[in-house]
């Protein structure tokens, strides 16, 4: 089953799609999907979508959202920002505990780009979380506004207040709030097992980013495993590619999570 959810952060709507098992299952575990810079709860190609169509049928819900200032949200993008998109992570976590039926005992995290950035830091500080799997997670996000950031859009920052990328405007408070993230610190503090997934041919974070966190979260004893899509793009954007990542994602979800199934 699928329904539309409307949840609050920070006094505004918050919208979401949840996908259920069947209620003859019981007490299902429950994934929250964290979706990229730009990004909706549907994700490029409808990634989100198909991934969290594939949780029911092994005995898992879903839960994607648009985080305050994307998709159907409230909020203005332009006021977005790392700290804020962590609150929304933190109150979709929180929605999904609540549900009837969902285990509150067993939530585990995907989050895709920024959206693994943000997912990492939401992993270091709940420990209650069970399984997480990234996909080209950004590690160093100092390094990617040094490349983004020309001098012109630092001239308009400082006309305006806000960058134009592609688009959207991108406020102060994000470019000022990003390079103070530490991904890699946070992931580090996590209990639960990660698997890293990435494709060789990413233009849009570097490959060496997943061996980043690999290094980052063997380095503190975590369980932690790394797959590299041979010829995908940021996006795994060809059936080729995103068929191998939606089923490593569910089978480890599924294994980390405890399915009955």
Not at 7 to 15: E, K, L, N, R, S
Not at 33 to 44: N, Q, V, W
Not at 53 to 81: E, H, K, Y
Request: proline fraction near 6%; charged fraction near 25%; aromatic fraction near 6%.
């Amino acid at each position: 089953m699928e329904k539309p959810v409307v949840f609050q952060c920070g006094g505004q709507q918050v919208v979401g799609m949840l996908h259920l098992p069947d209620r003859r299952s019981g007490r299902a575990p429950a994934v929250v999907f964290l979706h990229g810079f730009t990004g909706h709860k549907a994700e490029a190609h409808q990634l989100f979508v198909k991934c969290a169509r594939g949780l029911p049928p092994q005995g898992m819900a879903g839960l994607r959202f648009d985080f305050r200032g994307s998709g159907d949200s409230g909020g203005d993008f332009s006021r977005m920002t790392i700290a804020g998109e962590l609150r929304d992570a933190q109150a979709a976590v929180h929605f999904a505990r609540q549900l009837r039926a969902v285990d509150p005992a067993r939530i585990g995290v995907v989050g895709m780009s920024m959206g693994g950035l943000v997912a990492s830091l939401l992993l270091g500080g709940d420990p209650r979380i069970r399984a997480a799997v990234l996909w080209c997670p950004v590690a160093h996000p100092d390094g990617l506004l040094k490349t983004r950031m020309t001098p012109e859009s630092r001239r308009a920052l400082a006309r305006h207040g806000v960058v134009d990328y592609g688009g959207y405007a991108v406020g102060r408070a994000f470019i000022e709030d990003l390079p103070r993230q530490r991904p890699l610190e946070a992931i580090a503090r996590t209990r639960a097992p990660v698997l890293l997934i990435q494709g060789d041919n990413d233009d849009t974070v570097p490959v060496g980013s997943s061996r980043d966190y690999e290094q980052a979260l063997r380095k503190a004893g975590r369980f932690v495993r790394r797959e590299i899509i041979a010829g995908a793009d940021h996006t795994f954007s060809s059936l080729a590619w995103e068929q191998p990542v939606f089923q490593l994602t569910v089978d480890w979800l599924r294994q980390h999570l405890k399915c009955s199934r």
